[in-house]
């Protein structure tokens, strides 16, 4: 190998070129002139810094300045650079750490029980006792396909405290669901998230479901395990890797809780305040004007969404490793 | 390059079905089985349901009666009523939605393929770093900088323009880490080698060979973003205040929330007249859904 022919050395780096023939080490081997990759990540990473990087930078320096307004409010409002004013405030303002806490709740509550739901579709679904698998795994998947906001607004009609459909299936039994009282709204909210997102963790769920080798099952039928047995002790351990995942992605979809609840708060009768989630009382600090706030409440949820998926991948890891 | 997300699971074949006989299963079993997952079925297609029913009822009838059985029909009639609210503004938002959602997914899907492609074939400096990053974006969901994007651009005097709405939508980390790992299932490199020996430059084998190769993943790559895009409600409602350049989603949340102006059955017809595109598209491509979903999802 050191011995290369003088008129290799004279061409320095051509002969791995020249010489294909060399085992290809995987998709380096090519040596392709390394600009290519650089321009093919270029516009992507131009705007992924423009759009991503920017406006949270942007967003961290604006939250270092306190909107002042004269006494009288004779004269426009004025920003003064104040670096703390603005977190002192989002800490110390009831409704801000309110829907800090709501949002908190609701992932503690909703995540599990959505969770629970796909998880038990997918048992269901994979169970051998089950009849029409595509159908009844289509209809748990359509909620998917509908936006957000569309959900959000059939929901709204379900509710409705004077023609709610699903209160005219329940007279008979005479119970009125009181969707949009103070104690139940956020649970009404919480069934309009599960309703869309069930089918799709529960695909995922069941995905990881039709990986478990068939011979492990087949023997443990054999030894006279009963389905429920089986579930038990085989299926969901099996499916533990999934349900992680699926549990870290929503509990940091519940960190953006916003379409939901912002289209039931006209139809709610005032159950749902305009800073019922965090990102909704950041909304309500531009629509008044007061950018800085926004800003800062934006930088403190995203710091609290990274903590907890930081906190989640740290301890799963973890659980992995053991 | 220490990767948070594990190896993908392999391409989403139909699902192995396990042969074998039959085992005898309980009746009762059996009935519970079905029974709960019937009760599913209500639950999930119940709204929908309700939706189809009122929107085909007479107009000022969305409201009453149980909502579960077809009584008089007014369809046409609605749709009608639908198109000429406001001189049509409806269909304005409709197409303002194609529009962006399409140019969006679509300007989107060539950028992920690039970077995708360029992340699972080369070694080049800053590969693992902007891998890292990509993870780290598609955990963090877009609608956290939404705000921080609106305050950017009311300093840069972009707000009530397009722009607005298209240039941060263009940006998929999830498509872009979609893209890499079909790329690396689906793109042999023995085919780039070869592609390279025939003197090809590299941009040209990405465009006939990594691209055709990877073609199902990048519609797959393209739906999810069309319907991302589609689901974001904030950043149009917060950088688009003329509502003539508004989504339907925007447009008809408007309509809701105001009341006695747009009488109410407007918007139950035209959620199910706004969301009938995407159900359709959705049944016809459930393969390329459900390709997105097992790759992304991992084990």
């Keep these: 190998m050191t011995q290369a022919s003088p008129s290799v050395r004279a061409t320095g780096r051509r002969p791995a070129a020249a010489a294909p023939s060399r085992p290809a080490r995987g998709a380096l081997s090519g040596r392709p002139r390394p600009l290519s990759p650089l321009l093919f990540c270029a516009p992507f990473v131009a705007l992924f810094v423009a759009m991503y990087i920017a406006p949270i930078l942007y967003a961290a320096y604006n939250s270092l300045f306190t909107v002042r307004r004269s006494g009288l409010g004779l004269t426009a409002p004025t920003e003064v650079f104040a670096p703390l004013d603005n977190y002192v405030r989002a800490v110390h303002d009831g409704s801000f750490t309110a829907s800090l806490g709501r949002v908190a709740l609701f992932g503690v509550v909703q995540v599990p029980l959505m969770l629970a739901v796909a998880l038990v579709l997918a048992l269901l679904i994979d169970s051998k006792s089950a009849r029409g698998r595509g159908f009844f795994r289509l209809t748990s998947f359509i909620p998917y396909a509908i936006p957000g906001v569309s959900a959000a607004l059939v929901w709204s009609f379900m509710y409705s405290s004077t023609s709610s459909p699903l209160n005219r299936l329940l007279e008979p039994f005479s119970v009125t669901i009181p969707f949009f009282d103070d104690d139940i709204v956020l649970w009404s909210v919480a069934n309009i998230v599960t309703w869309s997102w069930a089918g799709y963790n529960m695909i995922i769920i069941y995905a990881a479901l039709q990986s478990i080798p068939a011979e492990v099952l087949e023997a443990a039928r054999m030894d006279g395990a009963s389905a429920l047995r089986i579930a038990w002790s085989i299926k969901i351990p099996a499916v533990r890797g999934a349900l992680v995942l699926t549990t870290v992605f929503s509990i940091i979809g519940s960190a953006q809780l916003f379409n939901e609840p912002t289209v039931l708060q006209p139809v709610s009768g005032g159950s749902i305040s305009s800073a019922f989630t965090p990102l909704m009382s950041a909304q309500s600090a531009v629509a008044a004007g007061n950018y800085p706030y926004a800003a800062a409440q934006s930088v403190l949820l995203a710091v609290a969404v990274g903590l907890v998926s930081l906190i989640f991948f740290k301890l799963t890891r973890r659980g992995d490793q053991a | ?299």
């Excluded at chain 2, 074949?13 to 019937?38: N, Q």
């Excluded at chain 2, 950028?111 to 891998?131: C, V």
């Excluded at chain 2, 955990?139 to 722009?163: A, C, E, Q, R, W």
Aim: charged residues 15%; contains cysteine.
């Design chain 2, 1 to 299: 390059m220490t990767t948070v997300i594990p190896a993908p699971v392999p391409a989403p074949s139909p699902a192995p079905k396990r042969i074998g006989p039959r085992r005898e299963t309980r009746p009762a079993g059996r009935v519970t089985v079905l029974a709960l997952l019937g009760l599913s079925a209500f639950y999930f297609l119940f709204p929908l349901w309700w939706l189809l029913v009122s929107a085909t009822k007479p107009f000022g009838e969305q409201f009453s009666g149980s909502g579960l059985w077809f009584d008089g029909f007014g369809l046409f009639d609605n749709v009608a009523r639908l198109s000429s609210q406001d001189d049509g503004i409806f269909w304005r938002w409709m197409l303002n939605s194609v529009l962006y959602c399409g140019v969006g997914a679509l300007i989107g899907t060539v950028f992920s393929a690039l970077t995708g492609y360029a992340l699972a074939k080369y070694d080049f400096p800053g590969r693992g770093t902007l891998f890292s990053l990509v993870l780290a974006a598609v955990l963090v969901p877009k609608v956290l900088f939404t705000l921080p994007l609106y305050l950017m651009f009311s300093g840069v005097h972009l707000i009530d323009n397009p722009l607005a709405v298209l240039l941060p939508s263009v940006i998929s980390p999830f498509g872009v880490y979609l893209a890499r790992v079909f790329a690396e299932q689906s793109v042999p490199d023995e085919v780039l080698e070869a592609g390279r020996l025939d003197g090809a430059g590299e941009f040209r084998i990405f465009r006939t060979i990594g691209v055709r190769m990877m073609l199902p993943a990048l519609v797959t790559i393209f739906l999810f973003q069309f319907v991302e895009i589609w689901n974001n409600y904030l950043l149009p409602a917060m950088v688009l205040g003329d509502d003539r350049l508004q989504p339907v989603t925007v447009g008809l949340v408007a309509w809701n929330a105001s009341h006695v102006a747009v009488p109410p059955p407007l918007v139950v017809i035209g959620s199910l007249v706004s969301i009938t595109p995407l159900l359709i598209a959705f049944l016809a491509l459930q393969r390329f859904w459900r390709a997105g979903m097992t790759a992304g999802a991992v084990k």
